[in-house]
């Protein structure tokens, strides 16, 4: 299938600074891209919609100057965390459509783990 | 988006089949059913994806009675690396973008 990577796959940072965690779709176009994030033993929860050439969607009650998006190119996604605190630590996964795909399925990177301190 | 509801945790042993069973019972026209598994401190993977009947891949089957209710995601054989997170979620494909919403997901532990 598809290949999605995250950069970096681990990540820790003094509270407050700011983190970019990249996502990038390797063999694949992707016009809309997904951040979520996942907490431990919890579920994945949607974060925003990232939108190539626009605004990016966000998911009732995630801060949107806090959690910047940028997709800027067909194949990059960045999630910028602004001003982290300790509970912004988690675990950030990215997900990119292939419309062009079989089943038309998410395809989803390895992971951020964002640790701060 | 339909909401899903999944056992929140199975055991099994090794050799066995395992099935998860999923409720949907707001599943819209335009759904499909589609499962992932998350092995720790990774990203989700697929498995399957179906609208109706049966379907079959190399890894699992996936049934889906007729009234689309509910789903029954099949492993057989279970080995100790199908340990993991099992997600089912329902979304409709379309030309645009696909919003997936996953819920608590089902634990699967396989012991020796």
């Known amino acids: 299938g598809a290949v999605v990577s995250q950069h970096p796959s681990r990540v820790i940072c003094k509270s407050g600074t700011s983190v970019k965690i990249e996502c990038r779709s390797l063999?694949?176009?992707?016009?809309?891209m997904f951040w979520y994030r996942q907490f431990p033993k919890q579920s994945l929860m949607l974060m925003a919609t990232?939108?190539?050439?626009?605004?990016?969607?966000?998911e009732q009650g995630v801060e949107k100057d806090k959690f910047l998006i940028n997709h800027a190119s067909l194949t990059l996604s960045t999630l910028t965390v602004t001003s982290a605190h300790p509970e912004d630590s988690s675990f950030y996964i990215c997900?990119?459509?292939?419309?062009?795909?079989?089943?038309?399925?998410?395809?989803f990177g390895p992971g951020t783990r964002l640790t701060v301190l | 988006l339909a909401k899903t509801t999944q056992p929140i945790s199975m055991d099994s042993y090794e050799g066995q089949e395992v099935n998860i069973t999923c409720s949907h019972n707001?599943?819209?026209?335009?759904?499909?059913i589609t499962w992932y598994q998350q092995f720790p401190s990774q990203g989700p993977r697929f498995i399957i994806q179906?609208?109706?009947t049966k379907v079959t891949n190399e890894v699992a089957s996936l049934f889906i009675p007729a009234d689309r209710k509910s789903s029954t995601l099949s492993l057989p054989r279970v080995s100790l690396s199908d340990t993991a997170v099992y997600y089912c979620?329902?979304?409709?494909?379309?030309?645009?973008?696909?919003?997936?919403?996953f819920g608590t997901g089902t634990r699967l532990l396989v012991s020796p």
């Open positions: 997900s990119a459509r292939d419309v062009a795909g079989e089943y038309n399925e998410q395809f």
């Open positions: 063999d694949f176009q992707a016009t809309t």
């Open positions: 990232s939108n190539e050439g626009s605004k990016a969607t966000y």
């Open positions: 707001n599943i819209a026209t335009n759904d499909y």
């Open positions: 179906g609208y109706k």
């Open positions: 979620l329902v979304g409709a494909l379309n030309t645009g973008f696909q919003k997936l919403v």
